[in-house]
T-cell receptor, first 109, second 114 residues
Framework: GQSLEQPSEVTAVEGAIVQINCTYQTSGFYGLSWYQQHDGGAPTFLSY????GLEETGRFSSFLSRSDSYGYLLLQELQMKDSASYFCALNQAGTALIFGKGTTLSVSS | GAGVSQSPSNKVTEKGKDVELRCDPI?????LYWYRQSLGQGLEFLIY????????KSGLPSDRFSAERTGGSVSTLTIQRTQQEDSAVYLC????????????FGSGTRLTVV
């Protein structure tokens, strides 16, 4: 089967950099996705890594290492509005995304 | 439409009653997904529709749950004989064929079984 592990909570201060790690177990997959969900809101797509390496989208970057079964989401110049839950998810052939349990990020001033 | 629309946004029902939840995906999106999210938890996959293919029902927790997608567009998730453990937010998402575009989620239906 497939499984993903993420830390349940991360805290940081405004302006800092935070890394949310995701380790996974799967027999094969297309790539790793990241989603953001604010309290009471819908999950929104942040990034997708099909290949090993770093993908950068503004203040957010995502990394994938297939050999280590590991990825991370890097958030820079943290803002209060970044307080949310972040989910990694496996993209697999012929089926829906499998999500991790999510990491709650709390940003304080 | 511009986004994924779900209705109702909130539903309170009595234990044992049947409920129907509706999802209207983004026009042109071939794939439609249902997930369930309990308070403070992750997203639990329920069912997946892709074009005219048979749906992937592997995530449905019991035979009380069913879903259909009519005309490749609107989908209805039906829960029969609701139980208190069915209380959760039911999220629908749709996507195009391009997997790197990600899913677009609706705002969900918050179901409370009393």
């Amino acid at each position: 089967g497939q499984s993903l592990e993420q830390p349940s909570e991360v805290t940081a201060v405004e302006g800092a950099i935070v890394q949310i790690n995701c380790t996974y177990q799967t027999s094969g997959f297309y790539g790793l996705s990241w989603y953001q969900q604010h309290d009471g809101g819908a999950p929104t797509f942040l990034s997708y890594n099909a290949l090993d390496g770093l993908e950068e989208t503004g203040r957010f970057s995502s990394f994938l290492s297939r050999s280590d079964s590991y990825g991370y989401l890097l958030l820079q110049e943290l803002q209060m509005k970044d307080s949310a839950s972040y989910f990694c998810a496996l993209n697999q052939a012929g089926t829906a995304l499998i999500f991790g349990k999510g990491t709650t990020l709390s940003v304080s001033s | 439409g511009a986004g994924v629309s779900q209705s109702p946004s909130n539903k309170v029902t009595e234990k044992g009653k049947d409920v129907e939840l509706r999802c209207d995906p983004i026009s042109g999106h071939t794939a439609l997904y249902w997930y369930r999210q309990s308070l403070g938890q992750g997203l639990e996959f329920l069912i997946y529709f892709q074009g005219n293919s048979a749906p992937d029902k592997s995530g449905l927790p019991s035979d009380r749950f069913s879903a259909e997608r009519t005309g490749g567009s609107v989908s209805t998730l039906t829960i029969q004989r609701t139980q208190q453990e069915d209380s959760a937010v039911y999220l629908c998402a749709s996507s195009s064929d391009r997997r790197n575009y990600g899913y677009t989620f609706g705002s969900g239906t918050r179901l409370t079984v009393v």
